[in-house]
């Protein structure tokens, strides 16, 4: 007999700024809806349109979900399959497993895990067991976000501590630089930018929704956003707005920025980027009088240069004092350390025997391609088949016969139909987890709704299930959620227990607004903001940022920018069929007048090609995109289109300045007519 209440408090665990509270309505025993709590200070009783369809469609239904394990029968990628039991599937993997560990091969075994369920347990716990073994992970930034950490981490020696968004009551200015909350973080830009009475300056290539209803839009070329923040400081000095008292205090290195300033006009930065002089001049003024919050996108440094495009825009919070006081301040993402966290304790990082080093998104393709590198292939909570770089070479390595491919997911996703054995998992619904906003300080509970769906399993049972086949003993591997969430709840310093935060759903972490770096102290080298310095020699960048921008776009060719959809989560919900056919045929968004310049038509099939890949799409018309710009979203799942494939079949992978991370927004591509090629 189910225990669990007609209605249940949860929160949304999606790699989402919003982390929304959700109410889950029971009937005759099952799900019966799923809506955004009333209460909740986010939702306010609404879920976005992508994750309503969702998790009343797919989430609960049977039909749609991965039930059993499955073992291949027939070639990979063939959909043959048969369904054996838990006790077989989990006997199988140990009897792989272990004479890799007994033998020391483990870092031939790769794991790659991100943003199916980024709840602390979910989407953590696993990791005591690869660590624990001394597999080689796949780091999971460098498909997302990490040349904007490494960048933060080297300036303020921390990028997980961002402005508290409760402080915007004290913002004269709100800069929103290469995000699209409107899509990214749905409630937040409703309920928090647009309802904000700061100015709101937005800064980007595209002129979505945020940008539509800004009080002012720059509009870069894409990459050339160092050189935007070097002619805004230009500005900025001549209106003798720099805080010099802060720099003094606070900051090292100040005097190799200074030295490249005289050249960085407003005249010069509109020719460097093809934002106008006078409102560079306009949006530096209002930011530097803040007090001001400036938000960074994690689009924006998914640029060749991403990792100097950070440090080059970090500059205007030190140089403007518009830091360490109420109304001001810098927000990339806000962790859990600073919430109290423990996370070495949560991935077990301390009983890592001598890990093996992390790969790059970029280079997995290689590894798992090469037989020296890997043998055993890992992936939970992640669909690199849809997600990753060089899609075609991803998949002809997931194609290996001798490479023994484990896909743990709720859904059949292209990635799983590569998989040797298939494990199902539980679904947020499902089981109890903690989720921690990287927006807001909160701490909210994930409330186990349902029982699992067939015989699916949470990843944290399915991986103490395994190493207890593996014969490993370390207690950590074994530890048990209830109490792993007692313990982290303890951490965090909040003075209730799960069953009392299931029912408020969500809490402040703190009833104060808090203040980043309000003590002055920064973990850096030198214990003060490093703007210049050798560390970031060290990194392989220059001493200090460089007013850089990238070279638009030869004649012919078109820079492709592949941001978040509306419709999908990076590529979950690519199977939903009601989304599916909300978002069409896979359109890239042209400027009209380009288009007409390149004589082709709206709703016209052609072909994106690049030494890398090829892609048919529909032509689409925007006139919010940019010269020599296609806006083509991420997360199809390739399998549901005609080539097999999304857009990241064009991402060859390049590595950012810093960090070995993604610059899928720098792809470039020609465009051929598919018709005439059809006639040939
Ligand atoms: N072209 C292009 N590509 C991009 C990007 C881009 O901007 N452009 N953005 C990149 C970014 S920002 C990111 S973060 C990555 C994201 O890439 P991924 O992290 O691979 O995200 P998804 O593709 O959504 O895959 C998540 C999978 O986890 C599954 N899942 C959900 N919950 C659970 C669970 O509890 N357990 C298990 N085992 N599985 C679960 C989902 O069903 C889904 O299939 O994509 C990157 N790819
Ligand atoms: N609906 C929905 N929400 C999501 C996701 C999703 O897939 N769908 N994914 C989640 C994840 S994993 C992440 S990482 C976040 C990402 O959310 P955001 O931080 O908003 O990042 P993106 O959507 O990747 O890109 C944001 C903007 O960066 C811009 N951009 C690209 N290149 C440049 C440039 O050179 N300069 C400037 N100034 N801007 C540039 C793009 O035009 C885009 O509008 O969203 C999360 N939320
Ligand atoms: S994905 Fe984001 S906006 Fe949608 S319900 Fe979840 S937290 Fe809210
Ligand atoms: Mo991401």
């Known amino acids: 007999m189910s225990t669990i209440p007609d209605k249940v408090l949860t929160t949304c665990p999606r790699d989402c700024y919003d982390a929304c509270g959700i109410l889950v309505e029971r009937r005759d025993g099952k799900i019966s809806r799923v809506v955004g709590d009333p209460n909740h200070f986010v939702s ?174 720059l509009q870069p070329r894409p990459g050339s956003d160092a050189s935007l923040a070097f002619a805004m400081l230009h500005v900025i000095r001549e209106l003798n707005l720099l805080d010099r008292s802060f720099i003094e205090s606070h900051a090292i290195g100040w005097p190799s920025v200074a030295a490249q300033l005289d050249a960085c006009t407003p005249e010069w930065g509109e020719a460097e980027t093809g934002v106008p002089a006078a409102l560079i001049r306009q949006a530096a ?139 199902p998992a539980a679904s947020f619904l499902e089981f109890d987890d903690l989720v921690m906003s990287y927006f807001d300080w909160t701490v909210s509970a994930q409330t186990k709704a349902s029982e699992p769906f067939g015989s699916s399993k949470t990843n944290m049972e399915m991986f103490r299930q395994i190493a207890e086949a593996c014969r490993l003993s370390d207690r950590a591997l074994f530890e048990q959620d209830g109490d792993m969430l007692e313990k982290l709840l303890h951490q965090s310093g909040i003075e209730m227990g799960f069953s009392e935060l299931s029912e408020r759903g969500t809490v402040f972490w703190s009833s104060k607004t808090g203040i980043p770096f309000v003590d002055g102290r920064f973990s850096t080298n030198s214990g003060k903001i490093e703007l210049a310095g050798p560390a970031f020699v060290d990194a392989g960048l220059p001493t200090a940022p460089t007013p850089h921008a990238d070279a638009p776009p030869a004649p012919g060719f078109w820079r492709v920018l592949s941001p978040a959809s509306s419709w999908l989560m990076n590529s979950s919900y690519g199977s939903e069929e009601r989304i599916r056919r909300q978002i069409g045929p896979q359109t890239g968004f042209i400027n009209p007048a380009m288009a007409n310049a390149a004589g082709l038509v709206e709703g016209e099939a052609v072909i994106l090609f690049n030494e890398t890949g090829e892609l048919p799409m529909r032509v689409g018309f925007d006139a919010g995109v940019p010269q020599a710009t296609i806006l083509l979203h991420k997360g199809r799942w390739p399998k549901y289109e005609m080539a097999g494939a999304n857009v990241n079949i064009l991402n060859p992978g390049q590595k950012t300045d810093l960090a070995e991370s993604s610059s899928v927004h720098g792809i470039e591509v020609r465009i051929r007519c598919a018709m005439s090629e059809a006639a040939e």
């Open 44 to 217: 306010k009783g609404s879920l976005c349109g992508k994750c309503a369809v969702a998790y009343n469609g797919g989430f609960i239904n049977s039909s749609s979900r991965l039930l059993h394990p499955l073992r291949r029968t027939g070639p990979k990628g063939a959909g043959q399959w048969e369904q054996i039991t838990w006790d077989d599937a989990i006997a199988v993997i140990a009897a792989k497993l272990k004479p890799h560990i007994a033998g020391g091969r483990a870092s031939k075994v790769i794991q790659a895990h991100y943003t199916g369920t980024v709840a602390l347990l979910a989407g953590n716990f696993p990791l005591r067991f690869f660590n624990a073994i001394g597999a080689t992970e796949v780091d999971p930034d460098t498909v997302c976000n990490k040349a904007g950490h490494a960048a933060l981490q080297l300036v303020f020696g921390d990028s997980l501590s961002g402005f508290d968004p409760r402080t915007v009551k004290d913002s004269n200015c709100i800069m929103v630089w290469g995000a699209n909350p409107a899509t990214s973080a749905p409630h937040v830009d409703r309920h928090w930018l647009k309802s904000s009475k700061a100015t709101r300056i937005v800064i980007d290539p595209i002129k979505h929704k945020t940008a539509q209803e800004a009080d002012l839009f």
């Open 285 to 423: 003024e209002i930011y530097a009088r803040g007090p001001s919050l400036l938000w960074l996108g994690q689009g924006l440094q998914r640029q060749p240069f991403g990792g100097n495009v950070f440090r080059a825009c970090s500059l205007l919070p030190v140089a403007t004092g518009n830091m360490m006081k109420p109304g001001a301040g810098l927000f990339y993402m806000n962790g859990f350390g600073f919430r109290g966290v423990d996370m070495g304790w949560v991935t077990g990082a301390e009983i890592a025997p001598g890990a093996s080093p992390a790969i790059s998104h970029m280079d997995l393709h290689e590894a798992l391609a090469d037989p020296r590198r890997s043998s055993v292939f890992f992936t939970w909570n992640c669909n690199p088949a849809a997600s990753s770089p060089n899609q075609k070479k991803l998949v002809d390595a997931l194609k290996r016969e001798d490479l023994f491919h484990v896909a743990i997911d709720i859904f059949p996703t292209d990635t799983v139909d590569y998989a040797d054995i298939v494990l």
